[in-house]
């Protein structure tokens, strides 16, 4: 990493973190790798059984077959590292039954997608989660076993592209308190000491939101 490069905050990060696919021929400093797949290693999961193995992928011609295998998005191709990432459902089925096979192992690997995207955006690197693929085409591809389920590749390399932020909904269309459905009235009576910060907040969302479609109708 370069003296004058600084590692983004969590927050900032998670802010301000894109989806890349367009990227630059530079090869990525394997510390940098290295973080990354630490980043997905500490991810949390149900009951510790960190159900989850990963795939570095840098040859050329494998990254090929992988771009193939994701209904030919041939854009992979043209970031220097693939992380494919895997989970072993049989595994948490042993300790939660089908909810753990179903759905906890899905879970749990989509922490470790979203520390990796984190660790790579925070480095600044360029990243993508592609969850679309042909499962028998990307098995064939990463020599992967029948026990163990392939759920995204992980694209990273340094970004060519500085995509325009998407709109995002705002809190008060996604947030209820106590019972599903029931949404914020009154700011003050819900926050109380915080509903300044919390109005502050809200009102930069707006502004921002506004921006952003103001730009993307020109």
Known sequence: MHKKEELLSALE???SRRSIRKYLDLPIEFEKVGRILDAGRLAPSAG??????????IAPEQRGEIAEACLQQFWMMQAPVHIVVCVEPKKSERYYGKRG????????GGCAIENMLL???????GACAV???????????CNIPDNIE?????????????????????????VFFHNYGNRVKDEAEVFATYSTHVSKALQTARKWAENV?????K
């Open 150 to 174: 392939p759920i995204a590749v992980i694209t990273v390399g340094y970004a060519d592209e500085k995509p325009v932020a998407p709109l995002k909904f705002e809190l008060h269309n996604l």
């Open 119 to 125: 660790a790579a955006h925070a480095q600044h690197l």
């Open 131 to 141: 969850s679309a693929f042909d499962e028998a085409m990307l098995r064939r591809a």
């Open 101 to 108: 096979e179903e759905l906890y192992a899905l879970l749990d």
């Open 13 to 15: 990060a998670i802010r």
């Open 48 to 57: 510790n059984l960190q159900p989850w193995k990963f795939i570095l992928v």
């Open 213 to 217: 479609l103001k730009r993307t109708q």
